[in-house]
């Protein structure tokens, strides 16, 4: 049994910044990827970031060079620094972990945690 509990989401003005962190614990084996989901009223979820176990990233085009995400190994932990925050990055964020292993494929999601970005 696998738990992801993440923190930090909340109210925010334009071009500021939040920390999202995700702490997973229980019965994890193998090697993680571990990233951040979004889903904004009337659109699909996308893949926000993600970081492997060796700490190559992958980030969508519209946060580049705003959002970072990073780990820590030792804590089961990932974290998303976001910065100059737009009115387009309002949605619930989800934790994602998922087994590196593709097979079996394994994954597992956070309960999500509201980002709003307004004036």
């Known amino acids: 049994q696998v738990q992801l509990v993440e923190s930090g989401g909340g109210l925010v003005q334009p071009g500021g910044s939040l920390r999202l962190s995700c702490a997973a614990s229980?019965?994890?084996?193998?090697?993680?990827?571990m990233g951040w989901h979004r889903q904004a009223p009337g659109k699909q979820r996308e893949l926000v970031a993600e970081?492997?176990?060796?700490?190559?990233?992958n980030y969508a085009d519209s946060v580049k060079g705003r959002f970072t995400i990073s780990r820590d190994n030792v804590k089961n932990t990932v974290y998303l620094q976001m910065n100059s925050l737009k009115f387009e990055d309002t949605a619930v964020y989800y934790c994602?972990?998922?087994?590196?292993?593709?097979?079996?494929?394994?994954?597992?999601w956070g309960q999500g945690t509201q980002v709003t970005v307004s004036s």
């Open positions: 970081i492997t176990s060796g700490g190559t990233t």
């Open positions: 229980g019965s994890m084996f193998g090697t993680y990827t």
């Open positions: 994602h972990v998922e087994r590196e292993l593709l097979f079996p494929k394994r994954d597992y």
